[in-house]
RNA sequence: GGCCCCGUAGCUCAGCUGGAUAGAGCAACGGACUUCUAAUCCGUAGGUCGCAGGUUCAAAUCCUGCCGGGGUCGCCA
């Protein structure tokens, strides 16, 4: 057992039952509320836990009654030290410093798998990130979910779920025929024809130019004799996948990854039609129905009139209002269509669905989850996480933006002037509902005090010691497998119980973090994690037996250098939860 | 106006799903480099957790109402 925290929880729960303890009503008492917790304070020990105050009032006694009692059955578990009753009733438990030389043992055992956990019992999840619109290339807007999405998702695997990574394109609507209407004035362009200024309405950036040579250079001017009609079709094709194609070229440089890129389009052909099926199943459960909506509150649109619309009742599934699926012109609302391709996830075996949004999708939420319920019969789960909008600043000075001008700052150019690290531990140092300010000059200039940097040299800091080791014994074996023989019991500086009391905390902390699908929480903990590192490792300055490495003792060198690798294996798999390198040297 | 998010130190933010005396970083001040890389560390100072009620052994955390900021609001994608 590599989690303390659930070891100790359960051998609480043993010692509440051997007390005897009754409810008040005769009944065994709950001991699910029980929880054990680093304490705040280290001077408290290292485990605390709340179970005399969450079983006082079922008890009918005293916390700190209750507390006595528990602490007295605690007393016979050879790991405990001391187990004292604190405050209003918490139980404050001191383990034995050979505790911790197991608890290393275990570790160093685990390797690489260290803090995963079958939380997630396999249970099959798609994550769905990024999405941007295969109109362009992705822009900043989209960094901020892209990496937030993909550390998601490397969490949630790392927490025991059989995690797909998906990708929504977005080729279906009118905007796709913008798209290739935008590439057929490049291609004429391409052709030699003066088409002066870019039209309003139409895509005006330079990236279409290259798609506007490469159809003139297969169709030469083939197209210009086609009716739209004809021309659309195909132009559109080879667009989008021009564009898709870029769009992968940006996430790759953001070392972003999925496994499945799912097109609008697919949901209908093939003999097939996900759209019909879905609006098909919710006529069948009595969901949808011909009517009008009620105005919204307040100030009323200046073109509002009534209107009969096909309607979804999302308000039988806590939205509120009901949602349109039809267009006046009979062709199905974007909406409808998102409802096929949840419940075409579902179809896929995907009833727990997670989608990555921006904040401006607030409005989204509610309908999305009333659909996925309605459809799935109760069944299917979709959460979506918000990620609030990011914004720019150079210096201090805000970076305008105009999508419609065709000036934005693209991924490319944040990753290009930043770095991928930088970029992403920054998009992750931080809740997603929280905006974020990313000032380019901050996250340049003060890179050293970037906190990406700090992680990434204690990972560096400790694979030189290792360097060091290999030379003050020269012909000693410190790989993975000496050190599993260390003498772990000759580590009892406080600094390095400390350490690896930090070192326990990760599989919790994974945990935690999976159940609220806040990979941020990964970020902070590697942040204290490097913190203890450095610290420790600066207190060898003023007490030199203290170093990690003691030339003339090499019985106590290989167990600090099991130590420091244990914290190395987690700083190693935090990162890589975050998609962040973990590097054996700064440069 | 309805709905969603945010409000914690001068600034940027954590706060482990209700726990003990609310924590980091930056900025300020004072210290530590003949060192296993000082890209680091130690110390000092700094708070009415937006405001007011409520729930209970216990509230920054949950509920209600205000105040302030952002997002969004019938067929767009």
Redesign the pocket.
């Known amino acids: 057992m590599t989690n303390i925290f659930k070891d100790f929880t359960s051998r609480i729960q043993s010692a509440v039952l051997s007390t005897g303890l009754t409810a008040r009503s005769g009944e065994a008492l709950d001991i699910s509320r029980i929880?054990v917790?680093?304490?705040?304070?280290p001077s408290?020990g290292d485990l605390?836990t709340?179970a005399a105050?969450?079983l006082?009032?079922g008890a009918g006694m005293k916390?700190r009654d209750i507390a006595e009692k528990i602490a007295a059955a605690l007393e016979g578990d050879p790991d405990i030290a001391a187990a004292e009753v604190?405050?209003?009733?918490?139980i404050?438990i001191r383990l034995e410093p050979g505790f911790w030389a197991a608890f290393l043992a275990s570790v160093l055992k685990a390797g690489e798998g260290y803090g995963r956990s079958d939380l997630g019992g396999n249970v099959k999840v798609n994550v769905e990130y990024v999405s941007a619109?295969p109109t362009g290339p992705m822009h900043v807007g989209h960094c901020r979910g892209a990496v937030v999405g993909d550390a998601l998702a490397g969490l949630l695997d790392f927490a025991g779920y059989d995690v797909t990574r998906e990708y929504y394109i977005?080729d279906?609507?009118?905007?796709?025929d913008v798209l290739a209407r935008s590439a057929f004035l490049r291609y004429r362009e391409a052709l030699g024809e003066d088409i002066g200024t870019i039209p309003e309405g139409l895509y005006p950036g330079d990236y279409l130019k290259p798609v506007g040579a490469a159809l003139a250079e297969r169709y030469g001017e083939e197209l210009l004799a086609m009716d739209e009609a004809d021309w659309l079709p195909i132009v559109k094709d080879i667009t989008i996948d021009a564009m898709m194609e870029m769009i992968r070229g940006d996430l790759a440089a953001l070392s972003v990854h999925h496994d499945v890129f799912f097109s609008e389009r697919s949901l209908v052909g093939n003999g097939k039609n996900r759209v019909e099926e879905a609006i098909r199943d919710l006529r069948d459960r009595d969901l949808i129905y011909v009517g009008?909506?009620p105005?919204?509150?307040?100030?009323l649109?200046d073109?509002?009139?009534?209107?009969e619309?096909t309607l979804f009742r999302s308000t039988d599934f806590g939205d509120?209002v009901d949602?349109?699926l039809?267009?006046?012109?009979g062709s199905y609302?974007?909406?409808a269509s998102d409802i096929a391709y949840h419940y075409d996830k579902y179809l896929r075996g995907f009833g727990y669905q997670i989608d990555v949004l921006g904040?401006?999708?607030?409005?989204?939420?509610?309908r999305m989850q009333a659909a996925v319920k309605a459809i799935t019969g109760g069944e299917g789960k979709l959460e979506i996480k918000?990620c609030?909008?990011v914004k720019l600043f150079r210096g201090g000075e805000p970076v305008k933006m105009s999508k419609r001008s065709g000036e934005f700052v693209t991924l490319r150019d944040v990753v290009d002037e930043v770095g991928v690290d930088p970029v992403r531990f920054m998009m992750l140092?931080?809740?997603n509902?929280?905006?974020?300010?990313f000032d380019f000059q901050k996250v340049t200039e003060q890179?050293?005090?970037n906190?990406v940097?700090?992680v990434q040299?204690a990972h560096?800091?400790i694979a030189?010691?290792f360097?060091?080791a290999d030379e003050a014994f020269a012909g000693s074996d410190f790989g993975p497998e000496a050190l599993c023989a260390a003498p772990l019991d000759l580590l009892t500086d406080e600094g390095e119980l400390a350490l690896a009391a930090k070192i326990a905390?990760w599989p919790?902390?994974v945990e935690?973090a999976a159940?609220?699908?806040?990979p941020?929480?990964i970020a902070?903990y590697l942040?204290e994690l490097?913190?203890a590192l450095?610290?420790?490792?600066?207190?060898?300055?003023?007490l030199p037996q203290l170093?990690?490495?003691n030339a003339d003792r090499s019985d106590l060198t290989t167990a600090r250098l099991a130590l420091v690798y244990c914290a190395k294996l987690v700083i190693r798999a935090g990162l890589g939860i975050l998609g962040v390198g973990a590097p054996d040297?700064?440069?």
């Open positions: 929880v917790e680093p304490p705040r304070d408290h605390a709340n105050m969450v006082a009032k916390p604190a405050g209003p009733g918490f404050n619109n977005n279906a609507g009118s905007q796709v009008t909506l105005p919204p509150k307040g100030q649109p073109d509002w009139e009534d209107r619309q509120d949602r349109a039809l267009k006046s012109d609302t974007y909406f904040a401006d999708h607030g409005g989204y939420v509610k918000l609030q909008l140092y931080r809740k509902d929280a905006p974020l300010d890179s050293r005090d906190p940097f700090y040299y560096a800091r030189s010691v360097r060091q905390e919790r902390l935690a159940e609220a699908q806040e941020h929480r902070f942040y490097a913190s450095h610290g420790q490792w600066n207190r060898g300055k003023d170093r990690f490495i040297e700064m440069r």
